[in-house]
């Protein structure tokens, strides 16, 4: 899942949960995905890339990607 392959695992997310926001977001490539969001809910948010704007709303996130 792109160049930060592994990142879930560190937070115990399974590849299989953030294929199924994917999924419950219309969205059938996960190439298209511009992030991936555990929130504080522990509900998991997805942002494909057609629909990030400027960002903004991801601006209290803190990216572990890296």
Known sequence: ???ST???RRVRI???EIR???RGNG???LSELAA???ESDGSISVI???KLGDGSSLD???DHAG
Do not use: F, H, K, R
């Open 27 to 29: 969205i059938g490539d």
């Open 60 to 62: 209290d996130v803190v």
């Open 6 to 8: 592994g990142w879930w």
């Open 20 to 22: 199924q926001a994917a």
């Open 14 to 16: 399974a590849e299989s």
């Open 48 to 50: 494909p890339s057609s």
């Open 36 to 38: 991936v969001v555990l």
């Open 1 to 3: 899942m792109g160049t």
